[in-house]
Structures are given as structure tokens and as C-alpha cells.
């Protein structure tokens, strides 16, 4: 069974930095997509980033730039670093993962069938 394990998350001000990480156990496999996505307060769930099994990233308009999506491979392990962050990237922010038989689209193109429990960012201005 599948477990996203999601960490660091907090309060920053304005223009501060956090760095989440998602910890994956459970399954290995060669392909896979990651992606970071956000809830904020009465919105829709979206995408913030994505990255592959082979190490292509894929950022949306409002965290190219300003988001890292990495992973380290030996750990299990996915990262969302967040710089010059913004009251309006308050969200609760989740890790998710599919594992295709074969990683044959970009992962933007992927439905995620596996979702952490989420942590809070808070930006204040």
C-alpha cells in the first residue's frame, strides 16, 4: 500500500521561503509522476508541480520561478521548495503519485490515484 507522508509546512511572511518534503512508501517502480498541488481556502485543488521518473519537471504559472519541485531517489523522497512566497500561496498543499505501467504522457496528463494526508503553508502579508 502507498503512503505520501507530507512535512514542512508552517507560517512564513511575505517574501520567506519553505521547503515541503514527501516522504513514499510502499511501492517502487521505474515510472512514476510526483506532483505537489494546493488547496487554498474555498478553491479548487490545483497542480503546482509535477516530476517524473526521469527527472522532467512541469510547473504552473504561478510557481515557475518561485517553486522547485526535486527528488532524491535513494530516499524516496520529493521536495517543494517555495521562494518569494506570497500571502495568496496560502494553501494546504498535498504530495501525490501514480505509477503507470509505462510513463508514456507528460504527468500533467496523469490523474493521480494516490494523495497524502496535506500540510498547511500560511503566508502572511
Known amino acids: 500500500q502507498v503512503q505520501l507522508a507530507e512535512s514542512g509546512g508552517g507560517s512564513v511572511q511575505s517574501g520567506g521561503s519553505l521547503r515541503l518534503s514527501c516522504a513514499v512508501s510502499?511501492?517502487?517502480?521505474?515510472?512514476?509522476?510526483m506532483g505537489w498541488f494546493r488547496q487554498a481556502p474555498g478553491k479548487v485543488l490545483v497542480p503546482a508541480a509535477h516530476?517524473?521518473?526521469?527527472?522532467?519537471?512541469h510547473y504552473m504559472d504561478f510557481s515557475e520561478g518561485r517553486f522547485t519541485i526535486s527528488q532524491d531517489t535513494a530516499k524516496n523522497t520529493i521536495y517543494l521548495q517555495m521562494d518569494s512566497l506570497k500571502p495568496e500561496d496560502t494553501a494546504m498543499y498535498y504530495c501525490?503519485?501514480?505509477?503507470?505501467?509505462?510513463?508514456?504522457?507528460?504527468?500533467?496528463?496523469?490523474?493521480?490515484?494516490?494523495w497524502g494526508q496535506g500540510t498547511q503553508v500560511t503566508v502572511s502579508s
Open positions: 516530476i517524473d521518473s526521469r527527472g522532467r519537471t
Open positions: 510502499g511501492r517502487t517502480a521505474t515510472d512514476y509522476c
Open positions: 501525490a503519485a501514480i505509477f503507470p505501467i509505462k510513463l508514456a504522457a507528460p504527468c500533467p496528463n496523469y490523474q493521480y490515484d494516490h
